[in-house]
């Protein structure tokens, strides 16, 4: 949802600004947004009543950050020759511990605006469909919301604390459309069972790494019935459904780009190169590969704890997948080590007991077919190493 926002991509794709700001090479990011929007909403004048405004929702892409696709809020006036994306979804990839920050929650996203040539262009070049839905409001309504994008842009509104399922770039345009109508007219309107996690697996589809890793280190949240209206296509989905005062609310779907999908191919990124590393730790009977790998898990599983407490990701929070990433793995290689056969055999029954609850809490779940061979593996490479141990 979210896309990658640097100062030079700024300055080539924002609104038109003053040759002396686009010059400013070293001014801060968020300054020059500011400056920027203070002139461009100083030289707008009302919308007129032929003004329109739409929401465009872009097709997925084959980049980790694009896998959901993306939202954004066009707003067009041909008299006034104005033609304005307003854009949730970016962020500063200079910010410093922009890595630490991401991991733990805190990272702050922002508002930022594009002319619509720019927008389309862009998603042109990344081979990505835009549609287009625009929205039957009042002129008066056309100009609330307008005005609320501009003051956006120049307040300390523009940032906001982004959550992968409860405030990314499609949440906010949910919240900015109902506030703007004054009814929470906008919501998911499918009566699914499906949870997070089911309706989020699908969208990793040929991206087997990815997703089998967020697999394992979304914890309960994800597991939740999915009544939050947080991806792009649901939100497309939901507008062609809505009323407003018994009224459509949008107007049919348009395809401004139309782009085949393209279906990426990668030697490694795939199920096969997955089982061909089960395999390998099954028949390769060295001693070393096996502790090397449960060491590694129960790594993981410390990586997934710490997350859990560190994050304030609310979908890494409570993650059963430690159960399998164990990491009591590493106290039983430790014994291994220590050739304590006792404690070897004691750790051996623990964790088979985790897996087995694991593999029960897993059965109803979408990654089970993908996970169950892990689990498997991991047994077997312990059971050697009792039988080694005997």
């Known amino acids: 949802m979210p896309y990658f926002y640097d100062l030079n991509q700024f300055k080539r794709t924002f609104m038109p600004i003053p040759t002396f700001l686009a010059r400013l090479s070293k001014i801060n990011l968020s300054v020059l947004i500011f400056l920027s929007s203070i002139v461009v909403s100083a030289q707008l004048a009302p919308l007129s009543p032929k003004a329109t405004v739409s929401v465009l929702t872009c097709a997925t892409g084959n980049e980790s950050y694009s896998l959901f696709g993306h939202t954004a809020v066009r707003i067009a006036d041909p008299e006034q020759f104005l033609d ?49 839905q625009k929205l039957r409001l009042s002129l008066p309504l056309k100009q609330q919301l307008f005005d609320q994008l501009n003051k956006t842009l120049q307040s300390e509104e523009r940032f906001y604390t982004y959550k992968f399922i409860d405030r990314n770039c499609t949440t906010m345009v949910v919240d900015l459309l109902n506030q703007t109508i ?61 009323k407003y005062k018994n009224e459509p609310l949008s107007e049919p779907v348009v395809s401004l780009l139309t782009v085949a999908p393209t279906t990426p191919h990668s030697w490694w990124n795939n ?39 560190y994050s304030l990701h609310p979908e890494l929070a409570n993650n059963y997948n430690v159960l399998l990433f164990n990491p009591t793995l590493l106290v039983l290689v430790f014994f291994v080590l220590q050739k304590n056969i006792k404690a070897i055999k004691w750790l051996s029954y623990v964790n088979w007991g985790c897996f087995l609850l694991y593999t029960i809490v897993l059965i109803n779940k979408a990654p089970f077919w993908f996970l169950l061979p892990l689990i498997g593996v991991t047994s ?10 005997r």
């Open 182 to 242: 004054g009814t929470k007219a906008i919501t998911k309107k499918d009566a699914t069972k499906k949870t997070y996690r089911e309706v989020l697996f699908p969208y990793f589809k040929n991206h087997f790494y990815e997703q089998l890793s967020t697999s394992s280190i979304f914890g309960t949240k994800v597991d939740q019935k999915a009544t939050t209206l947080f991806l792009p296509f649901d939100l497309l989905e939901s507008l062609k459904i809505t």
């Open 84 to 132: 304005i994306v307003y854009n949730y979804g970016a962020f500063d990839f200079s910010t410093p511990n922009f890595v630490a920050k991401f991991a733990k929650g805190d990272l702050q996203y922002f508002v930022v605006a594009d002319s619509f040539s720019e927008f389309i262009g862009r998603y042109q070049y990344e081979g990505r469909s835009v549609y287009e």
């Open 271 to 309: 199920a096969y190169t997955y089982g061909a590393f089960l395999l390998l730790l099954v028949f390769w009977k060295k001693r070393s590969v096996g502790l090397l790998f449960l060491t590694v898990m129960g790594i993981l599983g410390l990586f997934f704890l710490f997350m859990g407490w």
């Open 380 to 389: 077997f490479v312990i059971y050697r190493i009792n039988k080694e141990n």
